[in-house]
T-cell receptor, first 113, second 116 residues
Framework: GENVEQHPSTLSVQEGDSAVIKCTYS??????FPWYKQELGKRPQLIID???NVGEKKDQRIAVTLNKTAKHFSLHITETQPEDSAVYFC???WGGGSYIPTFGRGTSLIVHP | ETGVTQTPRHLVMGMTNKKSLKCEQH?????MYWYKQSAKKPLELMFV???????ENNSVPSRFSPECPNSSHLFLHLHTLQPEDSALYLC???????????????FGEGSRLTVL
């Protein structure tokens, strides 16, 4: 299966700052990269995803960038708010063009008011 | 009932017990998944069923046995578990690409398992 590395494991920021979480993957055939957010005691939910035919995608305060050559992708959150505090997981396909997500170890984001 | 529902939400079992976790999805999806969530490995894929095909993580011990009788129901049968199997077991479903979907996973709320 795919090997997904995610950094950092913990990220602490002040409200209004930006936060960046990075992931690398190993299979050059991978073509779909989602990000999930899991609030404390709740289920993971998709917040944004990107496919390999684009390099960047934005949705309000969140964006994802993809560098296929370097095999890494990043989540960017601008103007962070306390409600952004959660664990964020990146994912890449289980194997090549597979649809099955395999997840990174997660990043615990803490936004201090 | 909509979305993905899991029962029971909490389960305590001894090492010699046999129990099952149940998952039901009401989204018309064609793929269902079991993930294990623990502090050690936050979201570890265990099994996938899609379009009658089964995919599994080869590192899952045989004391975990999945069953998918149809596209809406998924079970995880548990027997002779170990204390290190204590974790949150998350079920998910998706409409995968071969079925014209996006591949987005919709998770249930999880079954919290404690093995004594």
């Amino acid at each position: 299966g795919e090997n997904v590395e995610q950094h950092p494991s913990t990220l602490s920021v002040q409200e209004g700052d930006s936060a960046v979480i990075k992931c690398t993957y190993s299979d050059s055939a991978s073509n779909y990269f989602p990000w999930y957010k899991q609030e404390l005691g709740k289920r993971p939910q998709l917040i944004i995803d990107i496919r390999s035919n684009v390099g960047e995608k934005k949705d309000q305060r969140i964006a994802v960038t993809l560098n296929k050559t370097a095999k890494h992708f990043s989540l960017h959150i601008t103007e962070t708010q306390p409600e952004d505090s959660a664990v964020y997981f990146c994912a890449a396909p289980w194997g090549g063009g597979s649809y099955i997500p395999t997840f990174g170890r997660g990043t615990s984001l803490i936004v201090h008011p | 009932e909509t979305g993905v529902t899991q029962t029971p939400r909490h389960l305590v079992m001894g090492m010699t017990n046999k129990k099952s976790l149940k998952c039901e999805q009401h989204l018309g999806h064609n793929a269902m998944y079991w993930y294990k969530q623990s502090a050690k490995k936050p979201l570890e894929l265990m099994f996938v069923y899609s379009l009658e095909e089964r995919v599994e993580n080869n590192s899952v011990p045989s004391r975990f046995s999945p069953e998918c009788p149809n596209s809406s129901h998924l079970f995880l049968h548990l027997h002779t578990l170990q204390p290190e199997d204590s974790a949150l077991y998350l079920c998910a479903s998706s409409q995968e690409w071969r079925g014209g979907g996006t591949g987005e996973l919709f998770f249930g709320e999880g079954s919290r398992l404690t093995v004594l």
